[in-house]
């Protein structure tokens, strides 16, 4: 069943055009993330979903009802904000019943609940303090707690893990995960961090200048991505691109390399035309194991950058800056000569002017 | 040379007076005439040249009441010694009453010009406003408050009074000389006797003020020229103001007997008590300063000066010998009273600036506050006369 | 709201769409607008009243009530209290206050501002040993009620020989501005990159190098507000105008009041008003040119610190 | 080269001193001088010139026991209360108001905040003029039918002080609700946000989550208030001098009159030191509290 | 030669101790990174290298001079800030020649070093521009520039990249290696971004609570870390960590788990007592390889998160939580049963009590 769903948004800051008729549709139960680059209309349609802002055009449905009009508080949804946006002048229980005491719930109720949440969530020791007195972390939970309180059906996340280190983003990221895994709630959640699109969502829309350039699991997102853009924005260090050539026959020409595009997955089989031939650093095969791939090349170390678990080499390939990223344990130094293999298989390819996924 | 002077004569009246010796000083020497003005009443006015004396920036001349006000800095050296002037035009002989003299004289030595004698005790009253009311023109205070009812239903105020503390105590003084006498307001003020204040017959004068003060509802003016304005275009029947207020009535162009009454003493006691304005000259360094500065000294005592000026102010002249032909009726009456030897110190001269304004605001809070008795109110004074010097 | 939102599937547009119809007389708005034309009245009323008052003669002033509009407009109250009102002997008006404003207003904001944003700029970049401690002084100063300090400074200004002078005045303006326009200056500098300071530093310029060349020029918004704070705060002094001036250097507050003070007969309450716009002309209009930078100023310099 | 050795301390930052200079001037000479100076005259009986005859606690006694002295420091009170509280309230109802993303925000606040532009002298004549019973409000109202109205604040000992406390309020309001506006602005949006989605309607909002956040800038506020209070001289000059009688009669005024009007510096030294006390006494717990408190508690 | 060298540095603020007794010794021309956490004193140390705090007690000398009270522009060092610290209102050109004309350097002189330091960082059409019209990137090559122009031998760079968004952050960090590698200038440079620590530095000195806890090169912080704190430090996801008794015979138990450590590179051969025994995430070996390991252990998948190029799964073995890095295209799902191998040569052991590598 559909949890939430967008039907031609358009929303409108003055003249700006934030969101241009967006349409998006999420499972009940789906962990939806929302990941692009700053400023391309997230937050705006995390908030239109929300009801904290007017739309200009369109309607937002949410299990099924219309609540394009709705208020906030009535639309079935929590919200994790990226600031936590606690009360920091109540005690995290107040953070969390302060929302079901306005909602008149009986006392009780409000008790177990918040007892409940903050079981979940392993926050009781805290629940006395004040967000003040609360580490980073913790207070990421305890936002967490302030939707959960409200038994809603659908999880609205604002980028709540920007705020933190690494270390930490990394375990919440965990926990977030779990959570969802043990509610069951749908979720949709904004970043701009591709770790945590990847590793959390169910599915992903990655997002351009208020349109979605595409929705699909990380999976394919990764292998298969639509176009150029999507190619480019995901993935670190970044896709390698070469400009070519390629022909009906399944065959690619990148200046004086040519090839053959032979276990290539087309999407309506080879053509001729301009294409950009996108390759991911990781998928290359360095040394002797090159010899056995489609296309083997010889190039020169640039730069080497060990990473402690891999390592990046910058190198050039027919006039192209080409990156590999290879095991930590593979020894190379500046100015080594390497060999390349490259597996078509593993490639993406985009057509030159639309730059969409043949 | 120009010789700045500072004063508050800023009414009408008194303004117009001043100009005369501005006129005088200009027409009659070669130096010039710097009018320093501040207005308010001298209560404001007085820090402000006191001030000026103490930072070491001097103006030529200041009005000052003579007395108790100027004492240290007399004691201090700020002022100039104009004793041999004084010597020289014999002062001594000129001055009448020779009273305020002394009270520019601080161990034998002369530090001011008196330049006028004002008296406090006069009642002042609209011949119409009376008229209108269908009474006669009362002849005492008595009668006047008699009177009141009648004013008060032919809608206008029976008494006219500026709310500044200055004028109800000076008021005060006034009923304290007529309804109390002579010589228990010299028992009080001169020879600081708190038993008196407290006595029976203080009591009295208390009564006769919270009566003053319960003709006055509706007065709600601030300056004196306005309570007198007032008086002059009939509003209210009459006001208690010193005889500068005359001043006022002649610039509006009345005429006394005709269009005003005055009651000296109140029509009680016929008294006058001789206080009044004096120049003093703070010290300077520039020697042509000086100089100047007694030039102005001896010109403001000089006959012409006194008489223009007096004219104008509607004060006495402090010089028995002048003649005032051009004097109206009340001048006339004062001058009498003068001649009588009629006469009292002023309260500026033997109180403490302190004391004055401890007894100005304890009348001023007893005007505007009908709760408190007179009672209550002769009680606090009588502290304030027995913590006196 | 449960109104809006009806069963729908999805898919068909149906039940609300697009934006949230807001009626523009909605009570929400009636009683916002409502409450802010009642308070923008009260704000307003007085310099109506002022102006109005001003433009009618005094018989119509002493018949109609103050909120009419005239009926006869007349500048004459204008003129007479610019150049005619009398204090005394002295008719002049307001004229010379005025001038003795400027002449007092000019070398105090620009000796007060200099030294203060100085100040500021030492506190914030090159701390000392004791400069905290001295700081803290000078903000307690700020609070230390002006009487407890009056009469010494007589006394100091005479030392001086600058008691009644016009450099009395406005070293006395200065010393007064200095704790809070320090402060100000000091909380604005503090929160420039501390970084920007370092960089220079290594760039080898030195305390008045990075004063001049850094600072200043990226201060525009606290100068603007320290100005607009020193010249209404020195144009609308009357407690240190009344006593360390004398009569002829007296700034523009004092002769209203003086002006106001001085009744000849009646109360002309047309000219006094006409003088009380007068006096308050000047910091209106550099309160009206500056308008929202002062505001913003304002929020950067005292909401922060 | 330079640097080898340690230089002198007092040449360190030798600029940064010199160009503090003023400021250490000031610090000492005026506001710890002069104020030291003036305590210690407080226990003089200096009349018109200081002089060091010492008297003890005489000033203060009388002080205390002055019947004008005790009736400045009620108004006071009923003065610093009122705009304390008044102040606060209205401005921050303003700034609540004004943040409603209304239309003309800029003309409003221009509005509300331009009396703060005028001196105490202009507004105390202003007011005076419009709380006059002759011409001001009363005189119209009456003018109306009502024949009866009475509003004279600045005639009737009881209320004078309130009189002077509207006109007061008219001036300062304003930049109290800009300092509290840019407070309210300061407060991050997203807390709004989650206020809304918890359902909670806007009031209570303010009251409870807002109105706790911004205690920063309330207590910049209300230092600027007290600061102000205290300094209260120019506004009843103008608009009262201290009338009807000494109803409204305050503790600068005291001062300044005991000074140079009745001539006596003690006394005036004294109230003036009083003053002083009641400054830190509001003072120091603040400066506690902001600095001392930041150093524990971050 | 020593390039730079501080000697029992020590600083407080006020009674708080942030650099304690410190020493560092940096060669011509090496590369040394500071890492640490926020607040070790990273900061503090440049500062004082760079002659913008006073320290407290000891000396620094930069090539060979001792400059502890010299002026900082007298130090023959330049800084690159984490914000850039352009000054806004003077031009590119003018922000590169402020310290020139400061030093009252001949007009010529200073148009030549503009000239040659815009050529390096290819910054030639921006040179009019003011820095609020310049991107991220550009800026923080004016900085870079700005030290540039000046000549100097040391150069310090607090966080210079940790403002801008990743995939500018690897740009940046390839073209600040290029630059020490055409300059050879001594470089100090701090950082809490591992990546750029390891890719970037010759040496890295890893600072805690102003110590410095380890200086090695970046290969060897990461595969022998000097205790527990580094090598809980270094690694992301962070090295798993079990405790164990190991035994001078070379063996170790960690709950029911026992087995030999041959292989591990002991500092001082095998000793009797409770350690510390880490393993990195990424020398896990899964699958049927695994029981070729010297010790095989089943576990379960607990959270699966596929991050395009690797998948990280979380485990549990003998009740520790346990991270494993594998290859983006290796197929697992939660709740998955694993076979996990353990190499001991790769491992790292710690002493319980002291944390110091055994
Ligand atoms: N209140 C507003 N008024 C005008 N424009 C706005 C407003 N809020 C956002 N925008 C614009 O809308 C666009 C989308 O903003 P949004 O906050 O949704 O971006 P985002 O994807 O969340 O970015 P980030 O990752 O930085 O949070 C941006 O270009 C922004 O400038
Ligand atoms: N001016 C100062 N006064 C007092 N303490 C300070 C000051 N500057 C820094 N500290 C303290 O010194 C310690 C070290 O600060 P430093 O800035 O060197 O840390 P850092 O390692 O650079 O951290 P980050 O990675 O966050 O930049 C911190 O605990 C900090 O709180
Ligand atoms: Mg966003
Ligand atoms: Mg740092």
Redesign the pocket.
């Known amino acids: 069943m559909t949890s939430v769903s967008i039907q031609n948004l358009d929303l409108n ?2 003249a ?1 055009n ?1 969101l241009k008729q967006l349409n998006l549709s999420i499972e009940e139960g789906e962990f939806l993330v ?1 990941l ?12 239109c979903i929300a009801g904290l802002l007017d739309v200009s055009d369109g309607q937002i449905f949410i299990n099924g009802k219309n609540v394009t009009w709705a208020e906030p508080s009535d639309r079935g949804i929590g919200m994790v904000f ?1 600031s936590y946006a606690l009360y920091p002048q109540m005690t995290v229980k107040g953070n969390l019943s302060f929302g079901l005491k306005n909602a008149r719930l009986p006392k009780p109720e409000i008790e177990e609940r918040v007892a409940r949440a903050a079981e979940i969530l392993q926050i009781e020791p805290l629940l006395h303090r004040k967000p003040g007195a609360l580490s980073g972390g913790q207070r990421q939970r305890v936002a967490i707690g302030r939707a959960l309180v409200r038994d809603v059906d659908v999880f609205l996340f ?2 709540p893990l920007s705020n933190l280190d690494a270390k930490l983003r990394a375990e919440l990221r965990v926990e977030i995960k779990r959570l969802h895994q043990k509610l069951g709630n749908t979720m949709i959640y ?1 970043t ?1 961090d591709q770790v945590e699109a990847m590793t959390l969502a169910d599915r992903i829309a990655i ?1 351009r200048d ?1 349109l979605v350039q595409q929705l699909a699991g990380p999976d394919e997102i990764y292998n298969r991505p639509a176009n150029k853009y999507v190619a480019d924005f995901i993935g670190s260090p970044a896709m390698n691109f070469f400009q070519g050539r390629s022909t009906s026959a399944g065959k690619i020409a990148i200046g004086k390399l040519e090839f053959d595009l032979a276990g290539y997955n087309f999407v309506n089989g080879p053509t001729d035309g301009d294409v950009w031939f996108g390759y991911r650093p990781e998928h290359v095969v360095l040394g002797e194991a090159a010899r056995q791939m489609p296309l083997t090349v010889e190039a020169v170390a640039e730069i080497v950058e060990p990473m402690g678990s891999d390592t990046l080499i910058w190198t050039k390939i027919e006039g192209y800056d080409f990156r590999i990223r290879t095991d930590g344990q593979y020894k190379v130094a500046a100015g080594d000569p390497l060999l390349v293999g490259i597996d078509p298989r593993f490639a993406s390819i985009f057509d030159k002017t639309t730059e969409e996924r043949v | 040379t120009e010789l700045e002077v500072t004063h508050w004569w800023t009414s009408g009246g008194e303004a117009a007076a001043v100009a005369e010796f501005a006129k005088a000083l200009n027409e009659k020497t070669d130096h010039t005439w710097v009018d320093g003005a501040i207005a308010g009443s001298g209560g404001t006015a007085r820090p402000i040249i006191i001030s000026r004396i103490l930072g070491g920036d001097p103006m030529g001349a200041t009005q000052l009441n003579h007395g108790r006000q100027a004492e240290e800095l007399v004691e201090a050296g700020l002022m100039l010694d104009l004793t041999d002037i004084a010597e020289e035009e014999n002062w001594r002989d000129l001055v009448h009453p020779v009273s305020l003299l002394d009270s520019c004289t601080v161990d034998g030595r002369v530090y001011c010009v008196p330049v006028n004698i004002h008296s406090w005790q006069w009642l002042w009253l609209s011949n119409k406003a009376f008229a209108d009311a269908g009474v006669d023109v009362p002849s005492d205070w008595f009668e006047f408050v008699e009177a009141g009812p009648a004013l008060g239903e032919a809608g206008k105020i029976p008494l006219a009074m500026g709310q500044q503390g200055w004028q109800v105590s000076g008021a005060f003084g006034v009923i304290n000389i007529a309804v109390g006498g002579p010589e228990l307001w010299q028992k009080i003020n001169v020879d600081k006797d708190a038993e008196a204040a407290a006595s029976p017959e203080m009591l009295k004068v208390f009564d006769a003020f919270a009566q003053a003060r319960l003709l006055s509802q509706g007065s709600n003016v601030q300056d004196w020229n306005q309570a007198t304005n007032m008086v002059i275009t009939d509003q209210a029947g009459g006001q208690i103001m010193g005889d500068w207020a005359q001043g006022e009535f002649q610039v509006a162009g009345e005429v006394a007997g005709e269009d005003y009454t005055c009651l000296p003493g109140l029509g009680v006691n016929e008294v006058i008590s001789t206080g009044g304005d004096a120049f003093y000259f703070p010290k300077n360094d520039d020697p042509e300063i000086t100089a100047a500065q007694k030039e102005l000294a001896s010109l403001l005592l000089s006959k012409e000066v006194q008489v223009a000026f007096n004219l104008k102010k509607g004060s006495l002249p402090v010089r028995g010998d002048v003649d005032l032909e051009a004097a109206n009726d009340c001048m006339r009456k004062g001058l009498q009273i003068l001649a009588d030897g009629n006469i009292l110190v002023s309260g500026d001269q033997v109180l403490t600036p302190d004391t004055t304004s401890q007894v100005e605001d304890l009348l001023a809070e007893f005007w505007s506050d009908n709760s408190m008795t007179p009672e209550m109110a002769q009680e606090r004074y009588a502290n304030i006369i027995a913590n006196a010097d | 709201m449960a109104n809006n939102m009806n069963e729908t599937t999805a898919g068909v547009v149906t039940g609300p769409s697009g934006p949230k119809p807001r009626p523009i007389l909605s009570p929400r708005n009636i009683m916002i607008y409502g409450t802010i034309l009642v308070v923008c009245f009260y704000y307003a009323l007085p310099l109506y009243v002022m102006i109005v008052t001003s433009l009618k003669g005094m018989p119509e002033i002493r018949l109609g009530n103050i909120f009419s509009p005239p009926v006869e407009i007349t500048f004459q109250p204008w003129v007479k209290a610019w150049a005619e009102a009398c204090t005394g002997l002295d008719c002049t008006g307001l004229s010379k206050g005025f001038w003795n404003s400027v002449k007092i207003l000019i070398p105090s904001a620009t000796l007060s501002i200099l030294i203060a944003s100085i100040n500021g700029y030492a506190l914030a970049n090159w701390k000392f040993k004791g400069s905290e401690v001295f700081f803290t002084i000078l903000i307690f100063g700020a609070f230390v009620p002006y009487q407890v300090v009056i009469y010494p400074i007589v006394i100091i200004l005479r030392e001086l020989g600058l008691f009644g002078k016009l450099p009395g005045l406005v070293l006395v303006h200065v010393i007064f501005g200095m704790p809070i326009l320090t402060l100000l200056f000091r909380n604005y500098f503090t929160s420039l990159p501390e970084e920007l300071f370092k960089a220079a530093r290594v760039d080898g310029a030195g305390f008045w190098g990075i004063y001049f060349r850094i600072m200043v020029p990226m201060s525009l918004p606290i100068f603007v507000v320290a100005l607009i704070l020193q010249v209404t705060g020195i144009w609308n002094d009357f407690l240190f105008g009344v006593i360390y001036t004398k009569p002829e250097n007296y700034p523009m507050t004092v002769q209203l009041n003086n002006i106001v003070n001085s009744v000849q007969g009646v109360k002309e309450y047309n000219v006094n008003m006409a003088a009380t716009m007068l006096t308050g002309i000047v910091p209106l209009i550099i309160y009206f040119a500056s308008g929202k930078l002062f505001v913003r100023g304002i929020a950067a310099g005292a909401v922060k610190g | 080269m330079a640097g080898a050795t340690k230089p002198v301390r007092i040449l360190r930052n030798l600029n940064a001193k010199i160009a503090a200079l003023p400021m250490i001037t000031t610090a000492l000479v005026i506001f710890v001088g002069c104020t030291i100076w003036t305590i210690v005259h407080s226990f003089t009986n200096s009349r018109l010139l200081p002089k060091l005859e010492f008297v003890g606690f005489a000033q203060y006694e009388r002080l205390w026991s002055t019947r004008r002295w005790l009736i400045s420091i009620e108004n006071l009170a009923y003065f610093g209360i009122g705009s304390l509280v008044f102040s606060l309230v209205i401005g921050f109802l303003l700034a609540a108001l004004l943040d409603q993303k209304i239309r003309f925000e800029n003309t409003v606040r221009t509005i509300i905040l331009y009396p703060f532009a005028l001196s105490f002298i202009v507004t105390g004549l202003v007011w005076q003029w419009i709380l006059n019973p002759e011409f001001g409000i009363q005189h119209i109202v009456r003018s109306l039918g009502f024949e009866n109205f009475v509003f004279d604040p600045l005639y009737n000992p009881d209320i004078v002080i309130f009189g002077v406390l509207i006109a007061g309020l008219w001036q300062g309001t304003g930049f109290i609700m800009v300092i509290l506006l840019s407070g309210l602005r300061g407060i991050d949006g997203e807390i709004w946000k989650a206020s809304r989605i918890d359902g909670i309607p806007k009031w209570k909002t303010y009251l409870f989550v807002v109105i706790p956040m911004m205690r920063p800038t309330f207590v910049t506020a209300l230092v600027i208030i007290t600061a102000g209070i205290i300094k209260v001289y120019d506004l009843v000059v103008a608009q009262t001098n201290g009338g009807p009688g000494i109803a409204s009669e305050v503790p600068a005024k005291y001062v300044y009159d005991s000074m140079f009007r009745s001539q006596n510096l003690g006394q005036g030294f004294a109230a003036s030191t009083m003053m002083l006390l009641s400054v830190l006494i509001v003072l120091i717990p603040w400066a506690y509290l902001e600095f001392g408190g930041r150093k524990n508690g971050k």
Chains 1, 5 share one sequence.
């Not at chain 1, 692009?36 to 908030?47: E, H, I, Q």
């Open positions: 800051f003055g700006v934030v929302l692009g680059a700053s400023g391309c209309g997230k937050s705006t349609l995390l908030n990226q604002d980028e904004v701009h997002m208020g």
